[in-house]
T-cell receptor, first 113, second 112 residues
């Protein structure tokens, strides 16, 4: 079955460390997205990519970085510059144009220890 | 820019009660409208969608009608179950899909 896979499900980071969250899809979708969700809050867009080797900043890109070397993969690095990284991170994908909406992964919960 | 405003929660209902979660939007052009559901500790799942005015999306007993005249897409279900307890997000996207806007989410709790 096609889908979108995020790993790990839980991740713990020490102060000052960079960590990378994985997102892989086998839906042949062109576009991929990273969102951050804080408790009781909606979704805020971090980065998105519509094509390989290209990506755009979202509303809260500071302290994060991404790459898109393959169509299937869109990893997110949470850098030490992100001062409050504890959150639930969601990856999504979609076709580039059209009304089908987004397919979401099951999320990664990142906690700073 | 495009935006979505949805009813603040939390909403608590008894089993078999009628559910309405209000959603209104602001958009240029003709966006598509969506309702997503998020169960605890999981990602969002598409519940239903509508792509043009007067379309009705439906799934698992939930319905929503795209009302252009009132810029609304309210979610309804005639008889909720305990298993419907989740957070519900209203969203809109233009044709290019790269700017989907989400509401803040409404937490629904259904008690037996």
């Amino acid at each position: 079955d096609g889908g979108i896979t995020q790993s790990p499900k839980y991740l713990f980071r020490k102060e000052g460390q960079n960590v990378t969250l994985s997102c892989e899809q086998n839906l042949n979708h062109d576009a991929m997205y990273w969102y951050r969700q804080d408790p009781g809050q909606g979704l805020r867009l971090i980065y998105y990519s519509q094509i390989v080797n290209d990506f755009q900043k979202g509303d809260i890109a500071e302290g994060y970085s991404v790459s898109r070397e393959k169509k299937e993969s869109f990893p997110l690095t949470v850098t030490s510059a992100q001062k409050n990284p504890t959150a639930f991170y969601l990856c999504a994908s979609s076709i580039d144009r059209g009304p089908d909406g987004y397919t979401f992964g099951s999320g990664t919960r990142l906690t700073v220890v | 820019g495009n935006s979505v405003t949805q009813m603040e929660g939390p909403v608590t209902l008894s089993e078999e009660a009628f559910l309405t979660i209000n959603c209104t939007y602001t958009a240029t052009g003709y966006p598509s409208l969506f309702w997503y559901v998020q169960y605890p500790g999981e990602g969002l799942q598409l519940l239903l969608k509508a792509t043009k005015a007067d379309d009705k999306g439906s799934n698992k007993g939930f319905e929503a009608t795209y009302r252009k005249e009132t810029t609304s897409f309210h979610l309804e279900k005639g008889s909720v179950q305990v298993s419907d307890s989740a957070v519900y997000f209203c969203a809109l996207a233009g044709y290019n899909n790269n700017d989907m806007r989400f509401g803040a989410g409404t937490r629904l709790t259904v008690k037996p």
